[in-house]
């Protein structure tokens, strides 16, 4: 059964920085890229970042390049975010999702968000 | 790529026919998702390559269309199928969702 399991969300003031994990299982987790998709407390969905499975291939939304870095530990079946300069806007539930191939393919599975709190 | 997705919202019944557009502001071929979303829920997959129905998704749903105009259409709402469903555009970074419509009971 695949699992993604996201941690590391709480309250953090603005300019702050957090670092988001998400630990996968249950599937080959060197064989997908994944994902960060992030929803504001009541918004839709926004793609946030994109790693491929061997991390040569790294994309990023406008609103957060240059603040956001994504990794990924294939050794350890971890997926992460470093977010700094965080801004109130950047309040939201993060997803972990994987996508169904290695390249730009559909989410076929999510995690179940770590909430982020950007206020002072 | 923007998005755009209408209705916003929709009242419909149990056994009506729903038909949710998304139109994108380029041509994408048909590297077009749609997701499900129930409250509280995570995102589901349920139409990817525009008209593909993922594994374990009822038949009632159906994805068509390519290039710019796409439409995921319900043929007989059920009551699981209250929710708000998302297209998502695959065919270039910055990937990118619709607004959402959310599907609402009459």
């Known amino acids: 059964e695949v699992q993604l399991v996201e941690s590391g969300g709480g309250l953090v003031k603005p300019g702050g920085s957090l670092r988001l994990s998400c630990a996968a299982s249950?599937?080959?987790?060197?064989?997908?890229?994944m994902n960060w998709v992030r929803q504001a407390p009541g918004k839709g969905l926004e793609w946030v970042s994109s790693?491929?499975?061997?991390?040569?291939?790294?994309y990023y939304a406008d609103s957060v390049k240059g603040r956001f870095t994504i990794s990924r530990d294939n050794a350890k079946n971890s997926l992460f975010l470093q977010m700094n300069s965080l801004r109130a806007e950047d309040t939201a539930v993060y997803y972990c999702?994987?996508?169904?191939?290695?390249?730009?393919?559909?989410?076929?599975?999510w995690g179940r968000g770590t909430l982020v709190t950007v206020s002072s | 790529i923007q998005l755009t997705q209408s209705p916003s919202s929709l009242s419909a019944s149990v056994g009506d026919r729903v038909t949710i557009t998304c139109r994108a502001s380029?041509?994408?071929?048909?590297?077009l998702a749609w997701y499900q979303q129930k409250p509280g829920k995570v995102p589901k997959l349920l139409i990817y390559?525009?008209?593909t129905l993922q594994s374990g998704v009822p038949s009632r749903f159906s994805g068509s269309g390519s290039g710019t105009d796409f439409t995921l259409t319900i043929s007989s709402l059920q009551p699981e199928d209250f929710a708000t469903y998302y297209c998502?555009?695959?065919?270039?970074?910055?990937?990118?969702f619709g607004g959402g419509t959310k599907v609402e009971i009459k």
């Open positions: 249950g599937f080959t987790f060197t064989s997908h890229s």
């Open positions: 998502q555009q695959l065919n270039d970074y910055p990937l990118t």
């Open positions: 380029q041509g994408i071929s048909s590297y």
């Open positions: 790693v491929s499975s061997r991390s040569s291939y790294i």
């Open positions: 390559a525009a008209s």
């Open positions: 999702a994987k996508e169904s191939t290695d390249g730009v393919s559909p989410l076929d599975y």
